[in-house]
Structure formats: C-alpha cells, structure tokens
C-alpha cells in the first residue's frame, strides 16, 4: 500500500516535469521552436499532424518524460517556428527533422508522429534507418488509402481546397504538398525499425472508420517489425480521446525496446494513478 508521503512525492515530481522548458534552435538559417519535458540519454521526438504545433502533445509529453528527454517541435509555419516559402512535403520534413536532431545532439531517437507527422516520422525512419532507435505511428494514413477511400467510400476521401486557409502557414503549405508527400510516401521502402501502429477505437461500423481500420494492415506490410493497436475508446486523436492508454502503450512499446530499468508509478492531480518508465542509460 502507497503512503501518502509516496504518492505526495510522486506527484510532486510528475507536476515538476509538467512544465515544458520552450527553447528554439537555427535549422538551415530559421527558427525552430520545440518543447522539452524531462532529461535523459535516451530521447523521443514527437512529430505533430497537420495543423498541430508541439502543443497538441502537452498532455503526454510530461507522463512519457520519467528519466527520459522528451522532444516535440514545430514544423515551419506552426507556432514559434518561422515559415518557409518552399514545398512542404515529406523531403522538406525529414531534412528539417535531421536538422533539429544535430542541433540538439540527439543520437537515435525513439519517433513518435501523429496523422501527417506520423507519414514524415516513417519516411525518416525509412530513409535513415540507422538514425532511428523505434517508431510509433499514431492514426497514420497508409500508402494508397486515398485511391481506396474513392473506390469503396467515394466521398471526403480528399481534404476540401477551401479548408486550408483555417490552417496555419505551414499547415496550407502542406496541404499543397500533399499529392507530392503520398508519391514520396510510396517510394519509401518501409524496414526493419521495430514500430508500434496505434489506430482508432473499433467501433464495428464500415464507412470510412472501417476502411481506415482494415488499411492500417499495409502499415504492418511495410513495417515487419510492426504491431498494430486499436484504441479502446476514441477517434482520431488517440493520444487525446485515450490517453492513460496512449501513454501505457507507448510505455510498453519502449520497454520491449530494451532501454527502459524500471517502472515507476505516480499519482494524477485528483488522486487517478498511472505508470510512467525510467529510461535506463
């Protein structure tokens, strides 16, 4: 049984590490702004979808940062990070990507993308595959999905023109990317980074969430060392709409990496317990 000196400090640690420390690097002569919870050898960098900045990771970076460096950034256009006129597709990604981690000496890190940052996440793992330690794709669109999506669906199965102008700069940049960012996509060859697959709750329904449901196995295909998850309860933003199970699936996917020494268990503010892991050096 937890005293309540254990669960006070454990709970004074979890909302010391809460707080994010902003910080901004140079990548190619501008400004990337990031967010850093926790300190470690080991490093996850997590990669946003489209229209989200690092923000929409503020309620897992701190539960994932026990022991470990936690690292989530703004592409150009979104937040604190300067916009970039040019083409934002999956090769502009992964070369400002390459850039953060030497600007921030990190050394094979554990990605983590959400949506499109899931598809930029697994085009760097599969073009630098020696610059990756694991992968987790969180509701990450598979290879060919659209062309599915319009023979099976045949409606919303691509992103309305007029809805870009509500995103912000490099939120429409990649929008206009996007055919370019799928061929990419396509021509990435996948590998053998080990990869956890989170995905949507089952609902049992067909429509679009059936077809996305049944299409995350190409994920699997072209990621061997993948295992694929479905949410117990959820939509699109897993890491959200479930996140004491995001965070205890993202745990246990970096246990199995080998890198974790032990499990530590903390209290919520109002009493809700949860697990988070220490890194091992």
């Not at 479930?242 to 503010?269: C, H, I, M, N, Q």
Request: aromatic share 8%.
């Amino acid at each position: 049984m937890r005293t309540p000196m254990i669960g006070g400090v454990a709970a004074a640690v979890l909302l010391a590490a809460s707080w994010a420390n902003a910080g901004e690097v140079m990548v190619d002569g501008r400004k990337v702004a990031y967010r850093e919870w926790g300190a470690g050898d080991r490093t996850l960098v997590m990669v946003s979808g489209l229209g989200d900045g690092a923000e929409t990771f503020d309620g897992v970076g701190p539960r994932l940062a026990q022991g470990l460096r936690v690292i989530a950034y703004d592409r150009a256009g979104y937040g604190g990070s300067a916009d970039d006129p040019g083409v934002h597709d999956a090769v502009r990604a992964e070369a400002e990507l390459k850039g953060l981690l030497a600007a921030l000496n990190i050394q094979r890190p554990v990605l983590l993308g959400h949506s499109l940052g899931g598809v930029f996440a697994a085009h760097f793992a599969a073009r630098n595959p020696r610059e990756v330690a694991g992968l987790v794709l969180e509701e990450t669109r598979p290879t060919g999905f659209t062309d599915a999506c319009k023979v099976k669906i045949k409606r919303g199965c691509e992103f309305p023109p007029l809805l870009k102008y509500a995103f912000p700069p490099g939120g429409r940049r990649e929008i206009e990317a996007l055919s370019l960012t799928e061929r990419q996509e396509a021509e990435a060859a996948g590998g053998a980074t080990p990869t956890l697959i989170l995905t949507r709750a089952n609902t049992g329904q067909g429509g679009f969430d059936g077809l996305w449901l049944s299409q995350q196995a190409k994920l699997v295909q072209r990621w061997p060392a993948a295992r694929l998850v479905a949410a117990p309860k959820g939509g699109h933003y897993v890491h959200r709409d479930a996140r004491d199970w995001f965070v205890s699936e993202v745990s246990s996917f970096l246990t199995a990496l080998g890198v974790v020494s032990k499990k530590v268990v903390y209290t919520l503010p109002g009493g809700e317990a949860a697990d988070a892991r220490v890194w091992s050096g």
